[in-house]
């Protein structure tokens, strides 16, 4: 038996929510066979829920980043920020998406471990800076991501889903987000 | 002559714009006499600008919370992140909500020196331990806001007020985005 | 195919290594089924890799500590040097001896979002604190460790082997070893 | 009167000890005319006491590192820890072996203003990012000692004494144990 | 009504002050129109009051840098130790001084996000790294402030008014001294 | 033969001094029986020598703390800033007035080690804290002092000798001021 989706809020009833949110989550679960317990948590105060989930959709729609790319930064970002639901889901999304099993646990605990291409390294240093220092980011630290051939969409959107999950982070923390337990071995077979 | 609305991506000519991102930009402009520059640089990217300010009328529109209440904690999360537009930007709304010429610079450079009450206090300490070290606040830090008086709701508001502007914070980083003149002077007259 | 057993010194061939050596080598290979990189890593230079073999046997042969408690304190300080192979390597000792297919992830990301009892969290606490910031700890920390039910020679032990991973995980770093494949996914079935 | 040898475990007596212990005992004390209290302490647990000092004595004996460079690793290293009695103890040694009597006050108290060569500061400099950030030690840290002309094994050793007295710094905390008197003054002077 | 000149210790009634202080009170009242609350605090230890007015004034007077150049460092120091006095204080001098009347925030948030000249901005990291890391400041450090064109003495000036407030900032925080509420707007006119 | 008195500044000749520097240097030589590094170095700006001197003249004869408090306030500051010249010149102090070899050791590696009565654990824990974390003190870090029994003025001593040391030490590692020889063996018999 799964966790709760949350300890420090109530979990509202599928039944009671409004039809998008109802709807959204009915989706989420037809696609993954289970409901992701942020769906389940979101939907405490559902207008949190539909601009959360809007600007997620965004992060990941409409981007010319891979959404492996995506997912990379996800992991790498909540592994610096030490957040548990964070890490777990899009673990398990980052390992179907770069169809790598080992890279999540890799970015996870420290993304110069990983085994990554030179211009992904760029990415990646670049996101866990933003995290860790954003008042230290500067020219150069953009610059970099120049010369790793980033274009300047690709910048907007690398530093975006890193900005993104600082908050999603955060929510996950005050709420005590649980990851569902399929999440921990989603993708683990090469 | 103001500042450019930030100096890493270009800023999109208005009449360029999406409709709805348009008539976003002529609503605000018209209700602060000036285009605050969070806006135009938003409109780099429609589909963030449209995300980004359906949460944050979220935070503002749908919470118990006092407006000024929100705009302490934008100012002492901002602070805390040492990001310059928001702490400008904010720094005005927080004067403005919370009628009270001094409170922004003080929250922007230490909430614990503040004019503020126990009770907003212990909000921001909140606010500030779930910005600087996401991974340590646990159930303790919770109690001390229910210990406070702060409601449940309020508890989910607080924190997302503080997670959102980390989000903000870092895409203002991230951009460079310049806050206008007009934030800098904006209510301080007593 | 696994990857190297660390990629900043040369790993011998086992054929050239002094008996004793080599005999450890199929002992450990024979009980796991492969042989663990750290093994192999340590191999560069035999008087070491005696002497941590014999630190890390009298960690977990000779103390009142459980097993399990023994890899609890391994996982999370690992998580909290950030130190990929004692993370993966060690996540799946942890899963294994727990029995609890979920516990070593979330020790490696952040301890106090673990599904642990509260002796074990005062535990972890402590072991996390050793790591972090050994100045700064105390008798009150002792003491914690005491009121929790700690035993004396528990509490050695507890910080042993806290201390004793903060030598590997620098020694796993300065060679980049690298986890085997196999120690990603042991022991995630329930 | 010097200090008992540590407050937060029992000194066990010498003539309880295994033989193995007692003989080393023995032989520590005529070297050095006093007997240092880490033996003392770490009698507590046989099994750690053997491994220990195999692991120190490996460190010390076999290793292309002159004596001198190995104490000063250590002060360093314990200096960045904050570690009394490690500071102390091998203050007095660092003195000795370098014949410097001011170089161990130097690396305690910040080893960027000590008086040492360029090579020996690329050596200490990477000791003490190893300690402080071993997450962050990459292959760039490792070029600078081989840049700096240390040889591979000289890399593996340095690394492994600033690891290893990464334990010891934490056990001696963890123990509170305690400088003898002779510590303090052996070796000033020039 | 402005604030009480510090909230942590007695301020004494300004007619039983030795002559020396009460008559440098009177001028700094009659220059700025009000009595800085910085003057009034310190004359709770007049031998203190005297060292400090007196460091202050060889720092401002017999220094090749600009006034603006003093101020502007003076800001940068204080926004990095969250100082609320003399980041408002020096706040208004800086914009007066520099006739900037957006400078000081900027500093006072971010010194890297301020519209500064290269020359300043190689002033201000210094003072800062002085200020947050002392112990890291280097040679190289020094270098890059004599690359950037500044003499020996502004060198030793810039690195005596970072320094002194970190006395400064230190001796706000003790004794909580408030900031006059002329200082949160003086200079802001452009 | 001792170092320079500093390394990034020219020490002017002590006959070119004004008759007031000189004459001050002239009595600590002979107090000493050498002329303390610091007076040397500080001569390169008279008018900073000056203000200087007059407030650690301040600190050390105006005030109800003990000579020995002054200079284990000093000695644990400085050891947690990593000042070299402030630890070995003022361990020295402390060592002759506390009457107290090992005392200065202790306190410049970690104050919590260190053989002191509850009252001065209290007096270096403010030192320190008010040293590494100025924006966290609090009323609380206050009331702390005052319940360990100091009066109003040995708080306001104590926190300025902290304070002053915190500009002190900035100042000798920006001049990279070297320790005279002497300073390492004073008061280190018993």
């Known amino acids: 038996m799964s966790e709760e989706a949350m300890t420090r809020f ?7 929510l409004p039809d998008d949110l109802r709807q959204r989550i009915d989706e989420e679960t037809e696609r993954a066979g289970f409901t992701p317990n942020v769906f389940e948590a979101y939907a405490y105060k559902p207008s949190h829920f539909r601009a959360f989930f809007a600007y997620y959709d965004a992060l990941v729609d409409d981007t010319p980043l891979a959404r492996e790319e995506v997912e990379m930064i996800v992991v790498a970002t909540s592994g610096a ?3 548990l639901y964070c890490v777990v889901a899009h673990g398990a999304l980052c390992r179907i998406y770069a169809d790598a099993p080992k ?20 990415m990646l240093d670049f996101a866990v800076k933003l995290t860790e220092s954003p008042e230290a980011v500067t020219e150069e630290d953009v610059a970099a991501l120049r010369d790793a051939g980033f274009s300047q969409e690709e910048i ?4 975006s889903v890193a900005a993104f999950f600082n908050l999603s982070n955060r929510m996950a923390v005050l709420a005590d987000m649980r990851p569902n337990d399929e999440f921990y071995t989603l993708g683990r077979d090469a």
């Open 10 to 16: 109530p979990v509202p009833d599928t039944d009671d």
């Open 81 to 83: 920020n030490d957040c």
């Open 103 to 122: 890279l999540a646990d890799q970015l996870a605990t420290n993304h110069r471990a990983a085994d990554v291409s030179t211009e992904h390294r760029a």
């Open 156 to 159: 907007w959107d690398i530093g």
